[in-house]
């Protein structure tokens, strides 16, 4: 299965009091890292939206397995699975790049909404399936 990944790194005001990246702060990093794998496979949110559908998110799930701190360099992978007729999951993991420990995983359902709100998979996304499986 084909995977994207995406670095980062951690800066100060990203961290709570204890000096560890605040936990919410995590799905920022997967959702910027998700962004950027559709945009590298054609599928734009502007103009998605521009043709009245849009990407969702349905749920979320996070484990958190070891904490980053200020100035971690890390890395989000992302893979993207169809989990039914009308939703997609992405599984994603974040791993510090220093000794690839793993930090989080996560599974995030999305859909898409039709311009009246109804759930769908659009051509783009649906491509996206294909490619995964090759």
């Keep these: ?4 990944t995406l670095d980062f790194k951690v800066r100060d005001y990203e961290c709570d009091i204890q000096g560890i990246v605040n936990n919410g702060v995590y799905q ?3 959702e910027h890292a ?3 794998f559709l945009l ?12 009245g559908i849009n990407l969702v998110v349905l749920r979320a799930e996070l484990d958190y397995k070891w904490p980053l701190k200020s100035g971690d360099e890390f890395y ?3 893979v993207v699975e169809q989990s039914s007729r009308v939703k997609f999951d992405f599984v994603q993991n974040i ?3 220093a000794d690839n420990k793993l930090c989080l995983s ?4 999305g859909t898409s909404l039709n ?6 998979v659009p051509d783009a996304v649906a491509a996206l399936f294909d490619a995964a499986s090759t």
């Design 76 to 78: 989000v992978d992302v």
């Design 115 to 120: 311009e009246r709100g109804r759930p769908f």
């Design 106 to 109: 996560a599974r995030i359902t």
């Design 40 to 51: 590298g496979r054609g599928v734009n949110f502007a103009e998605l939206a521009a043709q």
């Design 1 to 4: 299965m084909a995977s994207f």
């Design 28 to 30: 920022n990093y997967l």
């Design 34 to 36: 998700r962004h950027e």
């Design 95 to 97: 791993y510090r790049k």
